[in-house]
């Protein structure tokens, strides 16, 4: 059964969203809890890197065409969703969403709760908003061929169109969009990026403390110990963090630019292996090295980023080529 209510706590409003399922052992109980006091949405709280917001803004002033985010649930796909609507919100613009659930009210957008039970879809609630003259269009996810071809329609008519899809890394939204029968074409020529991001667990601040990497371990995992050494913060664990070494998260980012010879080997249909390979070529830099970037930081650990990055199977080979984190932005413990 699923089903909702909504809790105050201080000065705080909590819509929370539960599910319940009958197990050998009991009902099995899951709560999502989603704050509905006013949130800031601004670039700060995505905390990217000088290239990565450089990139991203650029994306954000184009006119139309469609920008995808990839990744698995709670991820922070919606929170780097929201971030991007409040950047580009103004009276000159009209945003429409259509979302399920509508997780935090922006104000100035028009915001649509997608509904089942009254066969009111994503495919549905975009083909309907398209008649309200919106300027910017957000679709929680792509989930199906129909939005996906309304979503591009959209966008070749003018629209800058934002939307989800679940999938292990940013090539990996190409190769799903393709395996919908999308049409390489469109793909190629209305996708603007696809953007791939994961969380990872930041270091407890009470129980840091520095460990000396070995070197084999280091050269297995492809980390770039010429420019970054072996010595990094991990926690020890206190009981502050539950003897995890950890407390809160932070994002790591991959973002896949549709570059011209990228376009010519999605033209093809290429596979992606061989698309992840070109992209990271022209520049990507990958969910793993941007994890690097945390490590060099002190914001997290090494042992973090191969935990959630372990489907980066061409990582390894790659690092060499690629170009190292900033050495200035690695963190020392005073």
């Known amino acids: 059964q699923d089903g909702r209510m909504n809790l105050q706590a201080g000065t705080q409003n909590i819509d929370v969203r539960v599910s319940t399922i009958p197990t050998v052992n009991g009902e099995s109980i899951s709560l999502r809890l989603l704050s509905r006091s006013e949130q800031q949405f601004g670039f700060d709280r995505l905390d990217l890197s000088g290239k990565q917001e450089k990139i991203i803004r650029h994306l954000l002033a184009q006119p139309n065409g469609i920008i995808l985010l990839t990744g698995p649930t709670g991820c922070g796909k919606s929170t780097s969703l929201y971030c991007f609507l409040s950047s580009i919100n103004s009276i000159q613009r009209r945003i429409i969403t259509v979302e399920e659930p509508v997780e935090y009210r922006i104000p100035g957008v028009s915001q649509i709760d997608v509904k089942p039970e009254i066969d009111l879809t994503f495919a549905k609630g975009l083909r309907h908003l398209l008649r309200q003259d919106p300027n910017v269009v957000m679709v929680g996810e792509i989930r199906d061929v129909e939005t996906a071809d309304i979503a591009i329609r959209a966008a070749m008519t003018g629209h800058l169109v934002f939307s989800t899809l679940h999938t292990n890394d940013a090539v990996g939204g190409i190769t799903r969009l393709l395996d919908m029968d ?22 407890c601040p009470d129980c ?32 502050q963090c539950r003897q995890t070494g950890y407390q809160g998260r932070a994002a790591i980012y991959e973002i896949c630019l549709i570059t011209e010879p990228l376009r010519k080997l999605i033209m093809r249909k290429r596979d992606g292996g061989e698309l992840k390979q070109c992209a990271i070529t022209e520049g990507m830099e ?32 790659t690092t060499e080529e690629a170009g190292p984190v900033v050495a200035g932005e690695a963190a020392e413990i005073h």
């Open 208 to 239: 840091v403390q520095m460990v000396d990497y070995p070197r084999d371990y280091l050269a297995e995992i492809g980390f770039p110990v010429k420019e970054l050494g072996t010595r990094f913060r991990r926690g020890a664990g206190c009981d």
């Open 182 to 203: 999308v049409e390489p074409f469109l793909l190629s020529s209305v996708v603007k990026a696809f953007i791939a991001q994961r969380l990872v667990r930041t270091i």
């Open 286 to 317: 990958t969910l793993r090295q941007d994890g690097w970037r945390r490590v060099a930081q002190g914001k997290t650990t090494i042992e973090e980023v191969v935990r959630v990055t372990q489907t980066d199977e061409v990582m390894a080979e």
